[in-house]
């Protein structure tokens, strides 16, 4: 079955600092990976699809499929970027979960002053 | 409109109630997706209706029914719900199921009491 493994939930670091929100998953198909953050009292967004690979709010992040992991990063983080964060894998192997969305367990981020 | 909006925002009703809940999406949609969120934990697929057919129940119990009447309209029937049922409702809508991103709505937020 697909799994979601985000180790951290809860990640600080000061402004200015780079930061990386670490996501690994296990799916026997070839699987479509997201990052979606949910800020404080808004609604979940996507903030990342690795098959468009695109830099969003200065983040960015790259599938590694030897590793199967897709790491998300921003070189200087701001105080705005504190939120939660969460991968997500989308199956595409067919069966009765074609499509499905699986999210990590999220990672909490606080960026201080 | 490319908002997903959700009626009503707050719920809180008894173990013996029949309640819906309502989803909305007018950005010509055609999958639709119920989530569960229980506080500090990422969503959980319940439902995910393709071209207003049923698609993913992810063995659900019955006491949650959903319905699409239209491409646009997605509830969620409520019926002798038990306490650990209270939780965050997302409503989710993209373009297709698969390898399209999904837009959440904001929630409604059900206490059974």
């Known amino acids: 079955a697909q799994r979601v493994t985000q180790p951290e939930k809860l990640l600080s670091v000061f402004k200015g600092a780079p930061v990386e929100l670490k996501c690994n998953y296990s799916?026997?198909?070839?699987?479509?990976l997201f990052w979606y953050v949910q800020y404080s009292r808004q609604r979940l967004q996507l903030l990342l699809r690795?098959?468009s690979r695109e830099s969003i709010k200065g983040f960015t992040a790259d599938l590694n499929k030897g590793e199967t992991s897709f790491h998300l990063k921003k070189p200087f983080a701001q105080e705005e970027d504190s939120a939660m964060y969460y991968c997500?894998?989308?199956?595409?192997?067919?069966?009765?979960?074609?499509?499905?969305?699986?999210f990590g367990q999220g990672t909490i981020l606080t960026v201080h002053p | 409109d490319t908002e997903v909006t959700q009626t009503p925002k707050h719920l809180v009703m008894g173990m013996t109630n029949k309640k819906s809940l309502k989803c909305e999406q007018h950005?010509?949609?055609?999958?639709m997706y119920w989530y569960k969120q229980k506080a500090k934990k990422p969503p959980e697929l319940m439902f995910v209706?393709?071209?207003?057919?049923?698609?993913i129940n992810e063995s659900v119990p019955s006491r949650f029914s959903p319905e699409c009447p239209n491409s646009s309209l997605l509830n969620l029937h409520l019926h002798a719900l038990q306490p650990e049922d209270s939780a965050l409702y997302l409503c989710?809508?993209?373009?297709?199921?698969?390898?399209?991103?999904?837009?959440f709505g904001p929630g409604t937020r059900l206490t059974v009491t």
């Open positions: 989710a809508s993209s373009f297709g199921q698969i390898s399209y991103e999904q837009y």
């Open positions: 799916y026997s198909g070839s699987p479509e």
């Open positions: 690795h098959i």
């Open positions: 997500a894998l989308k199956e595409n192997a067919g069966g009765t979960s074609y499509g499905k969305l699986t």
């Open positions: 950005m010509g949609h055609r999958a």
């Open positions: 209706y393709s071209y207003e057919k049923l698609s």
